[in-house]
Nanobody, 115 residues
Framework: QVQLVESGGGLVQAGGSLRLSCAAS????????MGWYRQTPGNQREYAAIISSSGNTLYAVSVKGRFTISRDNAKNTVSLQMNSLKPEDTAVYYCMVAFGANNYWGQGTQVTVSS
């Protein structure tokens, strides 16, 4: 069984920064893709940033140039540095870890950006 624990959400003013972190533990050796998704009420969960096991990254157009995803394979952690935050970045952010044939999800952390 794999557990994901997220941290780092909160309230920030527009233009500010936050850093999200996610640690995977349990029956996991080395994750495949890891990523951050976000969801607002009434909308589908969408990816913000994804990083492969080799370090290749993919960003949503709306966050490219402002967010940076990174991972530590030795520790099975993934982080998201969010800069120049905008009110439209307000959402619940979920960590995702792909391992074996499954995708695992964190419990979600709220990010609120005030204008």
């Amino acid at each position: 069984q794999v557990q994901l624990v997220e941290s780092g959400g909160g309230l920030v003013q527009a233009g500010g920064s936050l850093r999200l972190s996610c640690a995977a533990s349990g029956s996991i050796f080395r994750a495949n893709a890891m990523g951050w998704y976000r969801q607002t009420p009434g909308n589908q969960r969408e990816y913000a940033a994804i990083i492969s096991s080799s370090g290749n990254t993919l960003y949503a157009v709306s966050v490219k140039g402002r967010f940076t995803i990174s991972r530590d394979n030795a520790k099975n952690t993934v982080s998201l540095q969010m800069n120049s935050l905008k009110p439209e970045d307000t959402a619940v952010y979920y960590c995702m870890v792909a391992f074996g044939a499954n995708n695992y999800w964190g419990q979600g952390t709220q990010v609120t950006v005030s204008s």
